[in-house]
């Protein structure tokens, strides 16, 4: 069973960074695409980037393109999700997840998970 861990929430200003993290472990994942998800309370959870393990192909919401940055270290088995410009509504419980789905920004196409690693940005 493979397991995907996150780290590097916490809380910020507006116009912080923060640099979140994902260690992969427990199977083989270079098949897989890894992305990077957040649900604010009442809302719904919604796709905020992915990336192929190549890093060749990557993708991102409309929300954080320009601000938010994905990007692979193969060596360490992680994903990292470079954060700049944070806003107040970039608040939210952020998710790693896996897909064997190339291109996907679905949530049902995912079916491995991470915990989740908070993030909160004050105005």
């Known amino acids: 069973q493979g397991q995907l861990v996150e780290s590097g929430g916490g809380s910020v200003q507006a116009g912080g960074s923060l640099r979140l993290a994902c260690r992969a472990s427990?199977?083989?994942?270079?098949?897989?695409?890894l992305g990077w998800f957040r649900q604010a309370p009442g809302k719904e959870r919604e796709f905020v980037a992915a990336?192929?393990?190549?890093?060749?192909?990557?993708s991102y919401a409309a929300s954080v393109k320009g601000r938010f940055t994905i990007s692979v270290d193969n060596a360490k088995d992680t994903i990292y999700l470079q954060m700049n410009s944070l806003k107040p509504e970039d608040t939210a419980l952020y998710y790693c997840?896996?897909?064997?789905?190339?291109?996907?920004?679905?949530?049902?196409?995912?079916?491995?998970w991470g915990q989740g690693t908070q993030v909160t940005v004050s105005s």
């Open positions: 997840a896996a897909t064997i789905s190339s291109s996907s920004q679905h949530r049902y196409d995912y079916n491995y």
């Open positions: 427990g199977r083989t994942w270079r098949r897989y695409v």
């Open positions: 990336t192929s393990w190549s890093g060749g192909w990557t």
